[in-house]
């Protein structure tokens, strides 16, 4: 027999939050849309946009499909 060959996924980018939160605010704001806007579409409260904004959390699944939609962008770039 044959042994696989072991993937090494250790290359692949790292999410980081404060950054990717800070891009989610810089695209948005580019699109025209504003804090409370936003958190209207996404059905959200304000103070969880300001989290994804300040990198205290990352938009879930839903939000990052909605965000790639309102913002023309796959959402693997944002």
Do not use: H, W
Not at 13 to 24: A, H, L, P, Q, S
Not at 33 to 57: E, P, V
């Amino acid at each position: 027999m044959f042994e696989e060959p072991v993937i090494d996924f250790s290359e692949l980018d790292e999410i980081v939050v404060e950054e990717t939160g800070r891009r989610i605010k810089f695209l948005v704001q580019g699109q025209g849309f504003s804090q409370s806007q936003l958190a209207k579409i996404l059905g959200r409260d304000a103070k969880t946009i300001s989290n994804y904004y300040c990198g205290k959390s990352l938009p879930d699944k839903k939000d990052l499909i909605v965000l790639s939609r309102i913002l023309g962008l796959p959402y693997d770039e944002i």
